[in-house]
Nanobody, 123 residues
Framework: QVQLVESGGGLVQAGGSLRLSCAASGRTFSSYSMGWFRQAPGKEREFVAAISRSGTTTYYADSVKGRFTISRDNAKNTVYLQMNSLKPEDTAVYYC????????????????WGQGTQVTVSS
């Protein structure tokens, strides 16, 4: 089992940047593929980015491609989401998640979730 704790959210103006971090407990972090998801008020949770166990494969939602970068440091048990050129429509609670399967964009394949961190982008 793994526990996930997100940090780094906040209020930023449009065009600005934020870096989210997700710290994982346990010794087996490198055995999980990781993902970031977000949920805006009144909307379903949606996929944002995912990264393979080794970090060599990444996937992005079309809405964030070219602006967001997912990365991981297995020595620090941490996954990151660098968010640049933020837009008001990026406002949401951001969640990191861990999957025991190969890297995936499918929300149902993620087994463990953090509590989320709020990102608010003002126009």
């Amino acid at each position: 089992q793994v526990q996930l704790v997100e940090s780094g959210g906040g209020l930023v103006q449009a065009g600005g940047s934020l870096r989210l971090s997700c710290a994982a407990s346990g010794r087996t972090f490198s055995s999980y593929s990781m993902g970031w998801f977000r949920q805006a008020p009144g909307k379903e949770r949606e996929f944002v980015a995912a990264i393979s166990r080794s970090g060599t494969t990444t996937y992005y939602a079309d809405s964030v491609k070219g602006r967001f970068t997912i990365s991981r440091d297995n020595a620090k048990n941490t996954v990151y989401l660098q968010m640049n050129s933020l837009k008001p429509e990026d406002t949401a609670v951001y969640y990191c998640a861990a999957s025991r399967t190969v890297v995936t964009t499918t929300i149902s394949r993620y087994d463990y979730w953090g509590q989320g961190t709020q990102v608010t982008v003002s126009s």
